[in-house]
């Protein structure tokens, strides 16, 4: 057989190889990822759920704002500065052309 040839797939056999070992490298780290991955996933099913069904919010709000009164308007007054911190971060970045 050609020179050339065994030494193609000897090269080949050899990248096969790697690439294995880099698989196994990459499955063992999502392995350990794996808690933080499903966390997000029930997040992200949470906010499709809230989406779909609104009034759990108002519910929960309104049983908030019933037994901790001060505890609601703490939590507003925050997040008020939030909403404005975003929306002035929103107009620089956009000022910016980012």
Not at 40 to 45: F, L
């Amino acid at each position: 057989m050609n020179p050339q040839l065994l030494e193609i797939h000897a090269r080949r056999a050899r990248l096969v190889a790697q690439a294995d070992r880099e698989r196994e490298t990459a499955v063992r780290a999502l392995d350990d990822l794996a808690p933080a991955l499903r966390l997000g996933e029930h997040a992200v099913q949470a906010v499709r759920y809230l989406r779909a069904h609104p009034h759990w919010i108002v519910v929960a709000v309104v049983a908030t704002a019933a037994l901790r009164p001060r505890g609601v308007l703490r939590l507003a007054s925050r997040a008020w500065v939030g909403w404005r911190l975003v929306r002035s971060a929103r107009r620089l970045l956009r000022t910016l052309g980012v």
